[in-house]
């Protein structure tokens, strides 16, 4: 299987009219945050995939619709929202394609602006997802395929500054539930030398920014 990751940049490689060409191979989108819905729209349109998204700390436009604020009425953009083809995976489980699939996004909390989390508060949300996770442990004999993020765990691929640093609570997921791959965004990487891909116990920690290919041995 071939996973096209998208973050945090609206790649040109991407946004393209040659998008059906250069990536006519992918079986399924995962994004991992701060990217606007209609590039989500684009991406479905071009390639008619399922794509999965989590909100990071900006482009938070849509937030509301996906988190219980849908207003009374509907307006042009609550449709627009709705009607990306992309499916909300913050704080939910999924399966797609044999895979699954499990999201958190966010930040650190930083200047108390939405869908920002002090490091408890995220412990709190990784919580929330072990019912369904049991469940999956029981039925499917495993917890989980892939977390997608849009923080990276503490101390992997993070930063200094408050903004950027990663939760501590990511690293007891990995440790406790073991998911193969934890795919995140919302470092950006400038150079070529930056690293991108590191292992973590059980886990494979992957930075999505602008856009990486995750090759997988799993049958569509």
Same mark, same amino acid.
């Given at each position: 299987?071939?996973?096209?990751?998208?973050? %945090? /940049?609206? %790649?040109?490689?991407?946004?393209?009219?040659?998008?059906?060409?250069?990536?006519? #191979?992918?079986?399924?989108?995962?994004?991992?945050? *701060?990217?606007?819905? #209609?590039?989500?729209?684009? &991406?479905?349109?071009?390639?008619?995939?399922?794509? $999965? $998204?989590?909100?990071?700390?900006?482009?938070?436009? +849509?937030? /509301? $619709?996906?988190?219980?604020?849908?207003?009374?009425?509907?307006?042009?953009?609550?449709?627009?929202?709705? =009607?990306?083809?992309?499916?909300?995976?913050?704080?939910?489980?999924?399966?797609?394609?044999?895979?699954?699939?499990?999201?958190?996004?966010?930040?650190?909390?930083?200047?108390?602006?939405?869908?920002?989390?002090?490091? @408890?508060?995220?412990?709190?949300?990784? $919580?929330?997802?072990?019912?369904?996770?049991?469940? !999956?442990?029981? @039925?499917?004999?495993?917890?989980?395929?892939?977390?997608?993020? +849009?923080?990276?765990?503490?101390?992997?691929?993070?930063?200094?500054?408050?903004?950027?640093?990663?939760?501590? =609570?990511?690293?007891?997921?990995?440790?406790?539930?073991?998911?193969?791959?934890?795919?995140?965004?919302?470092? +950006?990487?400038? *150079?070529?030398? #930056?690293?991108?891909?590191? +292992?973590?116990? !059980?886990? /494979?920690? &992957? !930075? =999505?920014?602008?856009?990486? &290919?995750?090759?997988?041995?799993?049958?569509?």
């Amino acid at each position: 299987m071939k996973i096209l990751c998208i973050s %945090d /940049q609206i %790649d040109p490689l991407v946004y393209t009219n040659n998008i059906k060409a250069r990536f006519k #191979d992918v079986d399924l989108i995962l994004s991992a945050g *701060d990217l606007p819905m #209609d590039y989500h729209d684009f &991406i479905v349109s071009s390639l008619n995939k399922p794509l $999965f $998204f989590v909100f990071g700390n900006h482009n938070l436009e +849509h937030y /509301q $619709f996906h988190h219980g604020g849908i207003e009374p009425y509907f307006t042009d953009d609550h449709w627009s929202a709705m =009607a990306s083809g992309a499916v909300h995976l913050g704080s939910k489980i999924k399966r797609e394609k044999g895979l699954i699939l499990a999201g958190l996004g966010g930040s650190m909390l930083y200047n108390k602006g939405n869908n920002q989390f002090s490091d @408890f508060a995220m412990y709190l949300e990784c $919580f929330k997802l072990i019912p369904a996770m049991l469940f !999956n442990r029981i @039925f499917h004999g495993r917890y989980l395929d892939v977390l997608l993020t +849009h923080a990276p765990p503490k101390g992997i691929h993070d930063r200094a500054d408050k903004c950027h640093q990663g939760f501590k =609570a990511f690293l007891w997921f990995m440790h406790v539930f073991k998911p193969r791959y934890l795919i995140h965004g919302h470092v +950006h990487l400038y *150079d070529l030398s #930056d690293i991108r891909v590191t +292992h973590y116990e !059980n886990t /494979q920690v &992957i !930075n =999505a920014y602008s856009h990486f &290919i995750l090759e997988t041995e799993d049958n569509k």
